[in-house]
């Protein structure tokens, strides 16, 4: 019987990665996000033309509590034809102490974000092309607005509240 070197190999370095990683994992800057995790109901409007329509929004712990996920979902409405859907993935990243946060949306589409956290009640995912404010709305909920940012400054495109179900 042959050896399985290339399996046994990335095994092992596998192993070595999580162990030295998980051991570094800023666990306290984690906690932070907790207070976020649950399912919610979400009533939203787009400010322009001012057509409402619902998502939800659930987040979620992962890899013993080092990974957090988010999944957003907008239904389809005759004022909301086309909903934007995403799958998140995010931690925090101790070299750059920022959290970092990568997802997919429906489209096939990249979304990377960053935030240096919680400022007050008040944390914002930072990106190329929007802002996405979350304000605390203490346990029960929160509101977002997404920033589209242009060449002359931000404007607002989106708001909503939402409340944990």
């Not at 399985?4 to 162990?19: D, E, N, P, R, T």
């Not at 009533?43 to 013993?64: M, P, Q």
């Not at 956290?117 to 304000?135: F, K, L, P, Q």
Request: hydrophobic letters at 35%; one cysteine or more; a positive charge.
């Amino acid at each position: 019987m042959k050896p399985q070197w290339g399996l046994s190999i990335f095994g092992a370095l596998s192993l070595a990665f999580v162990g030295a990683t998980a051991s570094a994992a800023p666990m306290k800057e984690l906690a932070v996000y907790k207070e976020s995790l649950g399912k919610f109901s979400c009533e939203a409007r787009e400010t322009g033309s001012g057509k409402t329509f619902k998502a939800t929004v659930e987040k979620a712990v992962e890899f013993d509590g080092y990974t957090y996920t988010e999944r957003y979902t907008e239904m389809k409405s005759a004022d909301h034809p086309k909903p934007w859907n995403g799958i998140f993935l995010m931690s925090y990243d101790p070299a750059s102490s920022r959290w970092v946060r990568n997802g997919i949306d429906n489209s096939g589409e990249r979304n990377a974000a960053s935030s240096s956290g919680w400022s007050g009640n008040t944390w914002v995912w930072e990106n190329d092309a929007v802002n996405i404010v979350i304000n605390k709305q203490g346990k029960a909920g929160f509101t977002f607005a997404v920033d589209l940012k242009e060449a002359n400054g931000t404007k607002r495109v989106v708001e909503a509240t939402c409340k944990r179900v």
